[in-house]
């Protein structure tokens, strides 16, 4: 788990930002990129450089998904007319790991990740163990009832550093979600600035 957890606080401070508002981050103390090179000041950045920022950045606070499995989701969402960016989204929030983070069951997206793997989440009341699961609107996410008293959902039902989104409802007595709404970038409450149309530029290339 330490492993986990210092690999995660890279990502902030490689991206020089904290990806997901949270008080541990090593950036609030050290606003600077990790290395013995991190405090070097920095030229200007190319547009493909920004593009592959966005990307990262985007890739990273989903729990740093891998870029086959983000690369799907893009190609997913740009087969759709519209808006790609947004659709784009919609997919990343409409994955099982992210209702689950979302709905405040664990404190941090890659707790969420774990947590459905290892098999607490029920689905419609079917057991899914696969945090890339796509939940349609209308579906109802539980913790399985063995798991509903387990500390680390206990603490993250206490959380006071984020609230859940509209588009989620969540019966905290009851450890249920349902998914009103996929969202639009409007709506996801982003600690940071995310720029998907510039993932979509990265990919247009």
Request: no cysteine; hydrophobic share 35%.
């Amino acid at each position: 788990m330490s492993k986990r957890i210092q690999s995660k606080h890279k990502i902030d401070r490689r991206l020089g930002e904290n990806l997901w508002g949270r008080p541990s981050s090593p950036l609030n103390n050290r606003a600077y990129g990790p290395g013995q090179h991190g405090q070097r000041r920095k030229g200007k950045t190319s547009d493909y450089g920004l593009q592959l920022r966005a990307k990262q950045k985007l890739k990273g606070y989903y729990g740093s998904i891998t870029e086959k499995a983000f690369k799907k989701l893009y190609t997913e969402a740009s087969r759709v007319k519209g808006d790609t960016g947004e659709r784009l989204i919609g997919l990343l929030e409409s994955r099982l790991d992210a209702i689950v983070y979302r709905a405040k069951f664990v404190a941090t997206v890659f707790a969420a990740r774990q947590f459905v793997s290892h098999g607490h989440i029920l689905v419609n009341g079917k057991r899914v163990n696969i945090p890339s699961y796509q939940v349609k609107v209308g579906d109802k996410v539980e913790i399985k009832e063995r798991s509903k008293q387990l500390g680390i959902v206990l603490e993250a039902n206490q959380l006071a550093e984020r609230d859940v989104p509209e588009y989620v409802e969540v019966d905290h007595h009851k450890q249920v979600a349902t998914y009103v709404r996929v969202p639009a970038l409007s709506d996801v409450p982003y600690p940071v600035q995310m720029e998907p149309n510039l993932v979509v530029e990265f990919y247009s290339r």
